[in-house]
T-cell receptor, first 115, second 112 residues
């Protein structure tokens, strides 16, 4: 089946720094990828839709200048958390739809801790 | 705006019991519904996907049903095992955007 990877799997950074998270589709191409955030004991909340070659579409309430998304190729989308603060500490998960567009394949997630 | 709710929020059962997890959604105009499993600190594992034209899907001890008109889906787990302990999430996909709206999740604990 289709595989989506994320890197890093976990990261600790200091408040005020920026962190980049990568999401890759390993054996298929993805013109669209989705970024989710999950706070402890809560469900996944969609942050933005990453579109290859064009600007990302952000959900209401998500700051586009803080969460920078780049989808430069058909297999890679990156999420950069700029000027991170402790409240940005969360589990970030990406997904990509399969070729049939019925299923979505999820990455293993990235645990971000901002100190 | 689509809202997805899961009941119960948490469930603890002894090993061997059959159990039902519930998912409800407010907008019946969905494309499909998926059930996922999430282990602590891990990503998602897709369990079952039901297209809007289908009523149910089965995989091993799992059976998921969909009643689109009433906005409900159930996940039935037969003969539960301790290894089934995880958080179960349902998600609906609507329209042409491929966006998934996730439910609140059910934390399942199967006691040996």
């Amino acid at each position: 089946g289709a595989v989506v990877s994320q890197h890093p799997s976990w990261v600790i950074c200091k408040s005020g720094t920026s962190v980049k998270i990568e999401c890759r589709s390993l054996d298929f191409q993805a013109t669209t990828m989705f970024w989710y955030r999950q706070f402890p004991k809560q469900s996944l909340m969609l942050m933005a839709t990453s579109n290859e070659g064009s600007k990302a579409t952000y959900e209401q309430g998500v700051e586009k200048d803080k969460f920078l998304i780049n989808h430069a190729s058909l297999t890679l989308s990156t999420l950069t958390v700029t000027s991170a603060h402790p409240e940005d500490s969360s589990f970030y998960i990406c997904s990509a739809p399969g070729t049939g567009a019925l299923e979505q394949y999820f990455g293993p997630g990235t645990r971000l801790t901002v100190t | 705006k689509q809202e997805v709710t899961q009941i119960p929020a948490a469930l603890s059962v002894p090993e061997g019991e059959n159990l039902v997890l519930n998912c409800s959604f407010t907008d019946s105009a969905i494309y499909n519904l998926q059930w996922f499993r999430q282990d602590p600190g891990k990503g998602l594992t897709s369990l079952l996907l039901i297209q809007s034209s289908q009523r149910e899907q089965t995989s091993g001890r799992l059976n998921a049903s969909l009643d689109k008109s009433s906005g409900r889906s159930t996940l039935y787990i037969a003969a539960s095992q301790p290894g089934d302990s995880a958080t179960y999430l349902c998600a609906v996909q609507g329209g042409a955007t491929n966006k998934l709206i996730f439910g609140t999740g059910t934390l399942l604990a199967v006691q040996p």
